[in-house]
């Protein structure tokens, strides 16, 4: 158990640009979660998976926003069009299906910057 | 839609001693999950004490317990023992039974210092 993976660490972008973030989660989890963090804020959901199917999505998540789990297994985020309020903590969270209420996990997350 | 609400930004504790942070939430329905997540400075966020809505008991979790008043609608959090360790933005956070939604809705958090 390697625990939850998420890549980059760090992101600094210009306004505009479009940013990819990647997420591994825990060996077998088949659940997947994505959240974003603000500067003095909890956690807010965007979106979950289980398997290779998105399942939930928040309406935060804008059309400029898109998270794919092609195989079950990494899932990638991607924010096109990058805005000076993108700027967050990107968490990422896996869990295991198996039986009811797993916790989630959660990876040190990727901080987007955006000049 | 439910919200939590965590109403001390910040407390602090001298080590060895207890202190409790408090959690309200709002929600009209009957069976959920509720939890605390420990976020320590730059590291990741993991999970402290989970209680069932449906269970009468406090959950435990060594130094860890939970005051759960369903009819308050309170889930405070008693850390025992205060450890330098232990120091940390803690976050309260409820999950729905129903419609098969799995998000977590958090609050905005304490900040807990420990003193030694």
């Known amino acids: 158990d390697t625990g939850v993976s998420q890549n980059p660490r760090h992101k600094i972008t210009k306004r505009g640009q479009n940013v990819t973030f990647r997420c591994d989660p825990i060996s077998e989890h088949n659940r997947l979660y994505w959240y974003r963090q603000t500067l003095g804020q909890g956690p807010e959901f965007l979106t979950y998976?289980?398997?290779?199917?998105?399942?939930?999505k928040s309406r935060l998540l804008s059309d400029r926003f898109s998270a794919e789990r092609p195989k079950g297994s990494f899932s990638t985020l991607e924010i096109q069009r990058t805005e000076q309020g993108d700027s967050a903590m990107y968490l990422c969270?896996?869990?295991?299906?198996?039986?009811?209420?797993?916790?989630?996990?959660f990876g040190d997350g990727t901080r987007l910057s955006i000049l | 839609a439910q919200t939590v609400t965590q109403s001390q930004p910040e407390m602090s504790v001298q080590e060895a001693e207890t202190v409790t942070l408090s959690c309200t939430y709002d929600?009209?329905?009957?069976?959920?999950?509720l939890f605390w997540y420990k976020q320590p400075p730059s590291r990741q966020m993991i999970l402290v004490i989970r209680?069932?809505?449906?269970?009468?008991q406090n959950a435990t979790e060594n130094r860890f317990s939970v005051n759960f008043q369903k009819a308050a609608k309170s889930f405070s959090l008693k850390i025992s023992d205060s450890q330098l360790g232990d120091a940390a933005m803690y976050f309260c956070a409820y999950r729905t039974t129903q419609g098969g939604s799995e998000k977590l809705v958090f609050g905005k958090g304490t900040k807990l210092t420990v003193n030694p």
């Open positions: 929600t009209s329905e009957s069976d959920y999950y």
């Open positions: 998976f289980q398997n290779e199917a998105q399942l939930e």
């Open positions: 209680q069932e809505a449906y269970k009468q």
């Open positions: 969270a896996s869990a295991s299906g198996y039986e009811e209420n797993q916790p989630q996990h």
